[in-house]
């Protein structure tokens, strides 16, 4: 059923994409899209279900959805899976999705169809625009080892911006999207501040993953490899 949705949709999104093919995409304001940078806003969104430490006393300041790659590496057929890090967009979700009412069911199946069509860059745009997720919040990469979140898209001084550390950790759930391959979703997890974090931010948690797992053994495996990944980066401050 999830495959025949996603083939309506990637239909869909191929009419949708012939149309705009050649054609820069043309703003409902004229002129170039308006700028539409979120603020530090007070989202209303309700985080998916998890075993993971609570966000208390603290409040939800964005829900990016990233796509991009989890980076592996392997020395040798013995050796086991080494991560180097991650590489990802963050699109802004919450501003589009905060006062939907159908937001806690799109959420549950954004990550697993972004995945399915980010190997084609105008198909994923085309969804994108479509739905209202393309403004770009900023990125997520590592620093040396450290996961960093930067969204230095958002209007305000400083941008926000968290370097975290890993707190809590589990599984995603079964029902998850397991990657374009199959190689399994990666876990869910609770990041906290590691020290220098900024812009009214200090807490992410990645939910509601597709695909991006490391296979079990680095046999057969290249040195280094990236498997395609999408999440939901939950983004959690002080309140303001
Ligand atoms: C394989 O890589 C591991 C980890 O880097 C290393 O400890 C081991 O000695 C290597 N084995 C061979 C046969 O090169
Ligand atoms: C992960 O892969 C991407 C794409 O090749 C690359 O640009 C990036 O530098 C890699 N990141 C790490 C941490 O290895
Ligand atoms: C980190 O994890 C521990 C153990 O689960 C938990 O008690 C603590 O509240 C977490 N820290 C934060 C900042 O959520």
Redo the contacts with the bound molecule.
């Keep these: 059923m999830l495959s025949s949705t996603i083939s309506t949709a990637i239909l869909a999104l191929s009419i949708f994409a012939s149309t705009v093919t050649g054609a820069p995409w043309k703003s409902p304001y004229g002129g170039q899209p308006k700028p539409r940078s979120p603020a530090l806003s007070k989202l209303q969104l309700k985080m998916p279900a998890t075993t993971l430490p609570p966000p208390t006393g603290l409040q939800l300041k964005f829900v990016g959805l990233g796509i991009g ?1 989890q ?1 592996y590496t392997c020395d040798n057929d013995t050796a086991p899976v080494g991560t ?4 990802a967009t963050l699109y802004d979700l919450g501003t589009r999705l905060n006062d939907d009412p159908m937001a806690q069911w799109k959420l549950a199946s954004i990550s697993g169809l972004a995945l399915s069509l980010s190997s084609n860059t105008k198909l994923l745009d085309g969804y994108l625009q479509m739905s209202g997720y393309s403004k770009v919040l900023g990125n997520h ?2 620093t040396v080892k450290i996961p960093t979140f930067s969204l230095s898209k958002v209007q305000s001084t400083p941008f926000p911006l968290v370097f975290g550390k890993k707190n809590g950790t589990m599984d995603a759930p079964s029902t998850s999207c397991p990657g374009t391959k199959g190689e399994g979703a990666v876990p869910w997890l609770q990041l906290v501040d590691n020290g220098g974090s900024q812009g009214g931010v200090n807490t992410v948690y990645r939910l509601e993953t597709a695909g991006g797992k490391s296979p079990a053994a680095c046999t057969g495996q290249k040195k ?1 490899f ?1 498997v395609p990944y999408a999440a939901q980066y939950w983004v959690f401050g002080p309140a303001s």
């Design positions: 790659t980076n180097t890090g991650a590489l990469f590592f280094t990236e």
